[in-house]
């Protein structure tokens, strides 16, 4: 089998460590527009962007980052098949506790670690939120984009590029995407970042690029199906006073619209509307010379 076929169907989930859940669930909640699935005072807070359980897990903990992400795999045979792969590379993964599947609300689950320190969390058989419990927005016209297409994505920093891409694409089995080679600004330092995609197709779930950032994480991004709720949020972030990081504005790479506010763990929300689907029957590699098409600009201080 080769590991074009041994892809993960989608990134299911997300796991972030957090010194403040309270900062947290004001953000996510009433500003961004999430689903309060579960609140354990003072030790966990559980969101929601569809009728998954939980897409977005804060633990308490004295350091703000990105601690885990979760790759979906259809059935427990994919899952078997991608953990044999793994282990044939010299890669340590274990079985995870019954503990730790109830805490990810999946039926099985093996872990790993990336040359970044987050752990990669492969499982099969998701819980889905009750059918009297639908998704349900405080803030937002629409929807999330998640279901099969996975909560997001994200993008790691790295102070070892060439030791990342190979975790990617030769351990995990992602599918590369494109590359975005660009200067942030004239004369500026040169963004180098490695798009990757599961086999449902979000142009990306995972990118990696090695930039001057103090955490694991520079950004995670949420997708909306009614562009005017990205409108909407950037909005409520303006009002609410939150450090916008890039206005408006549309990728190439993605065909994404959207925008990037500082979260209170200070890593990037990026909130997007339009992120394009890659048919891996009908997809070349590409390298783009720029990060946006138009906008994204960094608010004059």
Known sequence: MNTFE???SSLGYFVFNATNLNSWKEFAVDIIGMHLADEQEGSRLLLRLDDRAQRFIFEQSDEDDLAAVGWEFDTEQELE???AHIKSEGVSIELASNELCINRCVEKLYTCMDPNGVQHELYFAPAFAALKEPFNSPVMLGDFIAGKLGAGHYV??????AATEHFFLNILCLRLSDYIRAELGPGGPLLDTTFLHTKTGRHH???FAAMPFPKKLHHVMIQVENMNDVGLAYDRCKQANLPIVMELGHHPNDQMF???VQTPGGFVLEFGWGGIVID???????SYSQLSDWGHQQPVS
């Open 6 to 8: 041994l892809s993960p």
């Open 81 to 83: 098949n991608i953990v």
């Open 205 to 207: 779930s995972a990118a």
């Open 280 to 286: 891996d029957n009908d997809w070349s590699v590409k």
């Open 156 to 161: 790691s920093v790295t102070q070892d590029a």
């Open 258 to 260: 959207s925008f990037y």
